[in-house]
């Protein structure tokens, strides 16, 4: 089959589909993948083909973000701004957003190959996908990092984690009302480039849950259960683990380090811009010397920074490698991150920022992997030293960390998804 796989965001919203691409093209398909052009590299490294987007709105998004967090008093230590000034914040993020969506149309449209076989949508490319696809009548399916349909049993991922109950279901609808609004523009232009009939994105999502069209999850069925109340058509496959480069080779400063003393504890943000980096990094510092554990630090599109006794600064190092060998992982609580952490066996002192981060780390919590959640809004040196000695002490936390380790090495979520496609040829 020739197969598109179309995902959009940021490196966490990516590297798991270059690991679904490669299964299926081991299985004999035609792939490639639709993403922003920055990540060429990284495709190209795993042999991949990849039809490159030029419009990429999503560090500017971030960024965006990061202003709202500024507005509400990022950091516990900082001023709370005025009430207004944060509504004005939240609207502005509101409209970044929305015109994000739509500088994407454009580029979606001329990516998608109308001789494809099947599409793969990753959550935010499928509003526009799913629009495109139907229109040249190519079968589609949903790849999803996340769950996405309401359900009694959990809160919406864009909330905060809740115990099971009906009004869960109700909380469901909401967030995916929110989520179809930030397309309305993009999907009106969808349409208008199409030249056909337009229907809102909440017509179009009620369309494909009537036609039970399929949505895969990436992420394990130990990690979240799939909900006994879930249509037909959704499904949980397990992690869809990132394709390593087969040249890539430990950065020698890094191999020296982690050989020179005691494992250290990896902090990192990812794509994640929390705050003024300087500040960040400082808080990072005092907290590993108070803590007395030495330290990697990713930089991340944060840009983060830490020169200290027993603390080195990296670039991108791939989380399979480098986390297997640290005592605990600081993240940010992406969905990516968190499953990495998860398949290295070590515990957590997740830092959520925004979206779903608070949603998984919650969930770390409860899998006894993570003795807290630490919001970025309350993350101070003290606060962080605190977690981190606890962390690294506790050996309840190291057990269920390793045993969570063992669970996921018998998942094969790929082949999960590789099979299913298989079906469908």
Known sequence: MRIQVITVGSTGSVTPYTGLAHRLLAEGHT?????????????????????????DPFESLIGAHSSLSSSTGHLSDAPRPP?????????????????????????????????????LLSTMAAPIGAAIARYHRI???????????????????????????????????????LFDTLFRTANRAVHARLGVDH?????????????????????????????????????????????????WQPPILVEDFLAAGPPPVLIGFGSMMPGDPEELGRIAAQALRRAGLRGVVQSGWAG???????????????????????????????????????RAGVPAVPVPVMTDQPWWAARLVQLGVSAQALPCTELTAARLADALTRTTQDRALSQNAAAAAVRLAQEDGAGVVARAVATLG
């Open 31 to 55: 792939v490639e993948i639709v993403t922003h052009a920055k990540f060429t590299p990284m495709v190209a490294c795993c042999g991949l083909r990849m039809q490159p987007l030029e419009a």
């Open 83 to 119: 009430r207004r000034q944060a509504l004005k914040s939240l609207r502005s993020l509101f409209r970044t957003t929305e015109q994000a969506m739509l500088s994407l149309v454009d580029a979606v449209l001329t990516a998608v190959d109308p001789k494809a076989d099947l599409i």
């Open 139 to 177: 079968p589609s399916m949903g790849v999803f990092l996340q769950p996405d349909v309401p359900t009694a049993e959990f809160a919406p991922c864009t909330m905060a984690w809740q115990r099971p109950g009906r009004t869960n279901v109700l909380r469901g609808h909401a967030a995916n009302a």
């Open 199 to 247: 229907r809102s994105a909440h017509r179009l999502r009620g369309v494909r849950e009537r036609d039970q069209w399929p949505i895969w999850h990436g992420y394990s069925p130990w990690v979240v259960p799939r909900p006994a109340d879930w249509r037909p058509g959704l499904h949980v496959a397990g992690y869809w683990w990132p394709h390593e480069c087969p040249n």
């Open 304 to 342: 983060l920074s830490v020169v200290d006794d027993d603390v080195i600064t990296v670039d991108e190092v791939p989380h399979s490698w480098l986390m297997p060998r640290t005592a605990a992982v600081v993240h940010h609580a992406g969905a990516g991150t968190t499953a990495a952490g998860l």
